[in-house]
Antibody, heavy 122, light 108 residues
Framework: QVQLVESGGGVVQPGGSLRLSCAASGFTFSTYGMHWVRQAPGKGLEWVAVISYDGSIKKYGDSVKGRFTISRDSPKNTMYLQMNSLRAEDTAVYYC???????????????WGQGTLVTVSS | EIVLTQSPGTLSLSPGERATLSCRASQSVTGSYLAWYQQKPGQAPRLLIFGASSRATGIPDRFSGSGSGTDFTLTISRLEPEDFAVYYCQYYGDSPWTFGQGTKVEIK
């Protein structure tokens, strides 16, 4: 069965860096685009970034553009989110999510990880 | 960017009642790239509906989606105790993917 497991969250000071990982299993990772979505405490969902199935296309939300970098290592079935210049407003649970369709077609998110909490505080 | 506005913010209903949730887009959603998710406290979102009206795998048929253009609706025909949760609509056609602010369905 499909499993997505995030890791790497924790407490970091403002201006600091953190790298999140999303380990995937139960499907052919190299054929699906993947997303990061975050949720601040008590708030709604915010899309963060996407990477295409082959890693050639990467897009970011305006609030993280220039600070966050998404990447993937298909042989390791893992996606990453490198977060630099962290701010208090980046505090959130970060989820990785799988596209429901392979390739580049538009698709909803059919599987989500359990999330990893990032807290930016001095 | 397509902004999604959900209403109402909170819906207070009893088990067995019908729930009607609205999602309005700031511009037409081409391709019906509109999804609905359910989220319970401490859990990740779960995909309910994609393509505005197609149920995801394993979703009970009491959940239905409808609409096109700028107006979309999620209907839960008869609320079960496990349906009390927060529901989000989402545009997934292209960047930026956007979510509505959510509708909380609570027990009256």
């Amino acid at each position: 069965q499909v499993q997505l497991v995030e890791s790497g969250g924790g407490v970091v000071q403002p201006g600091g860096s953190l790298r999140l990982s999303c380990a995937a299993s139960g499907f052919t990772f190299s054929t699906y685009g993947m997303h990061w979505v975050r949720q601040a405490p008590g708030k709604g969902l915010e899309w963060v970034a996407v990477i295409s199935y082959d890693g050639s296309i990467k897009k970011y939300g305006d609030s993280v553009k220039g600070r966050f970098t998404i990447s993937r290592d298909s042989p390791k079935n893992t996606m990453y989110l490198q977060m630099n210049s962290l701010r208090a407003e980046d505090t959130a649970v970060y989820y990785c999510a799988k596209k429901s369709e392979g390739g580049t077609v538009a698709a909803a998110f059919d599987y989500w990880g359990q999330g990893t909490l990032v807290t930016v505080s001095s | 960017e397509i902004v999604l506005t959900q209403s109402p913010g909170t819906l207070s209903l009893s088990p067995g009642e019908r729930a009607t949730l609205s999602c309005r887009a700031s511009q037409s959603v081409t391709g019906s790239y509109l999804a609905w998710y359910q989220q319970k406290p401490g859990q990740a979102p779960r995909l309910l509906i994609f393509g505005a009206s197609s149920r995801a795998t394993g979703i009970p048929d009491r959940f239905s989606g409808s609409g096109s253009g700028t107006d979309f609706t999620l209907t839960i025909s008869r609320l079960e105790p496990e349906d009390f949760a927060v529901y989000y609509c989402q545009y997934y056609g292209d960047s930026p993917w956007t979510f509505g602010q959510g509708t909380k369905v609570e027990i009256k």
